[in-house]
């Protein structure tokens, strides 16, 4: 699976779209691109996938470049209950590899 | 109550004892996995299961043992703890069908002593 780039952290002021970043520039041609985040001690908590096209759902979207090496969650109105780790993972097995993230901080 | 539960959520051992580390899902997903996850870094799998009596390694499988009988229950074992093995451990599961989502339970904090 390819691996993947993410900032340390990042914050956001409440009520701003947050903007999260991902380089992925090794990814092939069949590996999805998955979002989970993680609150404090949490169990990781899926957001939204992709393959190339962008996705929305009812948590976030989801922005693919068109050469695929790299991607953008974006959580339209942050609140602060969004503070979390937020992991980038792209894959095709079943090992999902998750890397260090980046923290969001939501502040009011 | 419907999800996926993890038992106990705490648990403190003493070194070379053997501790079991249980995850119980009441979707009937196919896939079970379990990760750890050490202070300030993302999560290792450390094995996975595609049905009952199917398991694999993940990226870490050196000192745990996995097995699954039945669907729902995938428990963990550490034959012989160490401190290394401190850490947090999610369980989780999905659907059949590699791109769905999993699922994660709330964690067990492990501490050996």
């Known amino acids: 699976d390819a691996k993947t780039t993410q900032p340390t952290s990042m914050d956001c002021a409440e009520g701003r779209a947050a903007n999260l970043p991902c380089n992925h520039s090794?990814?092939?041609?069949?590996?999805?691109v998955y979002w989970y985040r993680q609150i404090h001690s949490q169990g990781p908590q899926y957001i939204i996938h992709?393959?190339?096209n962008n996705e929305t759902n009812e948590m976030a979207s989801l922005i693919i470049t068109e050469d695929r090496k790299s991607s953008t969650l974006i959580l339209p109105h942050a609140t602060l209950r969004d503070t979390a780790v937020y992991y980038c993972?792209?894959?095709?097995?079943?090992?999902?590899?998750f890397g260090a993230g980046t923290r969001l901080t939501v502040k009011p | 109550d419907a999800g996926i539960t993890q038992s106990p959520r705490y648990k403190i051992t003493e070194t070379g004892r053997q501790v079991t580390l249980m995850c119980h899902q009441t979707?009937?997903?196919?896939?079970m996995f379990w990760y750890r996850q050490d202070l300030g870094h993302g999560l290792r799998l450390i094995y996975y299961?595609?049905?009952?009596?199917?398991?694999d390694k993940g990226e870490v499988p050196d000192g745990y043992v996995v097995s699954r009988s039945k669907t729902e229950n995938f428990p963990l074992t550490l034959e012989s703890a160490t401190r290394s093995q401190t850490s947090v451990y999610f369980c989780?599961?999905?659907?059949?069908?590699?791109?769905?989502?999993?699922?994660f339970g709330p964690g067990t904090r492990l501490t050996v002593l």
């Open positions: 090794t990814i092939s041609g069949n590996e999805y």
């Open positions: 992709g393959l190339k």
């Open positions: 989780a599961s999905r659907e059949r069908g590699v791109y769905n989502e999993q699922f």
């Open positions: 979707w009937s997903h196919s896939y």
């Open positions: 993972i792209v894959r095709v097995s079943n090992d999902m590899r």
């Open positions: 299961s595609a049905a009952a009596d199917i398991t």
